[in-house]
């Protein structure tokens, strides 16, 4: 398994080794732009909640949205949150119990839920749909006002986290190699399945390219 | 979409409709049983904080391991804390970027972490490996009780939470209909791929009937 941090948590301050720094922004980034779905956790009145929401990246900020009357949303103004980024790529099926895992790549981020406002809220939304689905932005009918307002867009930087990443086969003890027992990986991954057309679609409207060359990422 | 709800949050104690809290709960057990990873949400000196870990479920319970020494294990043991389960079903192309939507199944959970000992532990652990890779355990080498002792397993009551479940095509403003922008849904799902065998195996030893009859729940 590999560990790799942003900065050390809880928050103590320490120089860090630039090479190792980079090195690591690279596989949180691969891991952050890998999926759209994170899980954020906040406090409400001392309990602790976790929401699942989707998540873009712009260099070193990421976003997130949801409906302005979300209560979740309204309560994190300015909050201290944490993101979770996870992907289950396998089980590792070892030879004792004990030594069973999974393979994953995972990320966790802290920081200051900000809120943005104004004609940069209404270019993220857009830059939003963009990033998830390439090419689908101009062929949408124009945002409006109220849609705008109806909407709320988060950012934090991505300065303070972790990052675990676990791959190969399992890993026993000596001694249990010797044992006639099968072990190796399940892998498993996300897959698309072909596009389902609206039943309301117009008649005569075939998928289009941006929808045929859409790649889960 | 649709909502249910085990218990209203924040705690309001109501009466349920016992009809629709079966109904409810069916629904909270088969998205729980659906996958075996979760993110737990807790509060370390007054700062949120998730961990993606696997479940699993025995009746009305939830359960989760880790390891002894982990931060997050030792930190949560009679504590609040809060369960996400979430599947991504897909991407909902709709004819407006507002109206874009993902279709998934969420469930959120609340309750306290209770942490198990004893026998009740061992049995546990063992149950773990069963549910998840059902024919495995016997194949085995026994757990020692070192191994019982660096792990650790807690327990939340599945009585407090709520779930979500989107499905279908998009839901666009009645005039966009009108539009002739291609609307529809692109189904993701999670997929087994071949086991690969750990190299270290001992030579002849095929996969095991388990093995193949795995399958992704």
């Not at 996870?86 to 994953?104: E, M, P, Q, W």
Request: proline residues 6%; aromatic residues 8%; hydrophobic residues 35%.
């Amino acid at each position: 398994m590999s560990d790799y941090e942003l900065r050390r948590t809880p928050r103590t301050q320490v120089v860090r080794n630039p090479k190792r720094a980079d090195y690591d922004r690279e596989v949180v980034n691969e891991i952050i732009d890998a999926t759209a779905l994170c899980h954020v956790s906040y406090i409400i009145d001392g309990r602790p909640y976790v929401t699942p929401t989707l998540q873009w990246r712009e260099g070193d900020t990421i976003y997130w949205h949801g409906s302005s009357a979300s209560r979740f949303l309204r309560q994190i103004v300015g909050k201290e949150v944490c993101m979770a980024i996870t992907h289950f790529d396998g089980y590792v099926l070892a030879r004792s119990a004990f030594h069973h895992s999974i393979n994953y790549r995972s990320v966790m981020l802290f920081g200051e839920a900000i809120k943005i406002d104004g004609k940069e809220k209404n270019r993220l939304l857009d830059n939003f749909v963009d990033t998830l689905i390439p090419g689908r932005l101009k062929e949408l009918r124009a945002m409006t006002d109220q849609e705008a307002k109806a909407t709320t867009v988060f950012s934090m930087l991505i300065d303070e986290g972790s990052a675990k990443v676990r791959t190969g086969p399992p890993i026993d003890d000596d001694e249990d190699y010797e044992l006639p027992i099968w072990a190796g990986v399940i892998p498993i991954s996300q897959i698309q399945h072909a596009p389902v057309p609206d039943p309301n679609n117009k008649p005569g409207l075939d998928i289009p390219k941006h929808v045929q060359d859409f790649k889960l990422r």
